[in-house]
């Protein structure tokens, strides 16, 4: 089963006077793997709870597959959705919390009995079905939240932090089983998280939100390799992207105290990107003085100062031995530079 596309049309929501969703328009490919990435606040919750029928629009029209449901019920609209909290009947069963949805429906006894049994298969709950959500872990109580979504048969999958809840070990093993399922159930996927590691690994296309509105929607790979924005730059990546605010002027990139970071042709202000990852350590280049330094097990990340004060953050090989009030010298490769408008943020594109 191929999963129905969602399209959004100038979609918008205010609470009150305050706008949360400014006329979005973007279209979710059907069975992709879509995720909704941003900082707190930006409206990536109150997008998912429109598609599902939990949120109203102030205006602007939403289609899954060639049906219009901006004004039909959650109940009438084809997604199933897991939330945050597993919000599991806490006296049933773990078969009778996934069947439950389909006993009100009114699915009979056999059916419901198979569906289940394969919902359980699918995400390896076949030996706990007898079990009451007190005597399971936490990633087995997400797992029968999963069960009970899929068991409908939906052609939208709608997931709203899902993973938030579980320690780092979890969530990682989570995130390979969600990859696997979505492979296996064919559904539209849609999932909300502020975690860009959980959006980088699992999202065929990321649509990073900030303030309502859409920033960039893409591939992981365009995301990471040509942000759109400054914005997009700095929250994806750890360390995030360096941006520094420059002149051009005569085929060199300068800060104000005249320090020259890097050869390139712009002319004019600009902001001035570069990941850390990308930045070259050795005898060539302009002098900084380590201030910090964190040993991340496959990387040193440090925070270097400039002359002119200047903080820039490297990522340096483990084995680099870097300790506060060394002096490195370190270049921008050319070929790694990003440049920003300094007025709206969006990128320029350079030679």
Known sequence: MRGDAIHLDAVTKSFGATPVIDAITATLGGGEFTVILGPSGCGKSTLLNMIAGLERLNSGKIRIGVREV???????????????????????????????????????????????????????????????????????????????????EPRVLLFDEPLSNLDAKLRHGMRMELSQLHRTIGATTVFVTHDQVEAMTLADKVMILNKGRIEQFDTPHAIYYRPASSFVAGFIGAPPMNLLPVTGGGG????????????????????????????????????????????????????????????????????????????????????????????TGLRLETP
């Open 252 to 343: 060199v990139l300068r800060l104000d105290d005249g320090t020259e970071l890097a050869r390139n042709p712009h002319e004019g202000p600009a902001i001035l990107g570069i990941r850390p990852e990308k930045i070259s350590i050795g005898d060539k280049g302009f002098a900084a003085r380590v201030v910090y330094r964190e040993d991340l097990g496959s990387h040193t990340a440090i925070v270097a100062r400039l002359s002119g004060g200047q903080e820039v953050q490297v990522a340096t090989p483990i084995g680099m031995h870097l300790d506060p009030a060394d002096t490195i010298t370190f270049d921008f490769p050319q070929d790694h530079l990003h440049l920003f408008d300094p007025a």
């Open 70 to 152: 901006q004004d039909l019920p959650p109940k009438d609209r084809g997604c199933a959705m897991v939330f945050q909290n597993y919000a599991l009947y806490p006296h049933m069963t773990v078969e009778g919390n996934i069947g439950y949805a389909l006993k009100v429906a009114g699915v009979r006894q056999p059916e419901r009995s198979r569906r289940v049994a394969e919902a359980a298969r699918v995400v390896e709950l076949g030996g706990l079905l007898d079990r009451r959500p007190s005597e399971l872990s936490g990633g087995q109580r997400q797992r029968v939240a999963i069960a009970r979504a899929i068991v409908r």
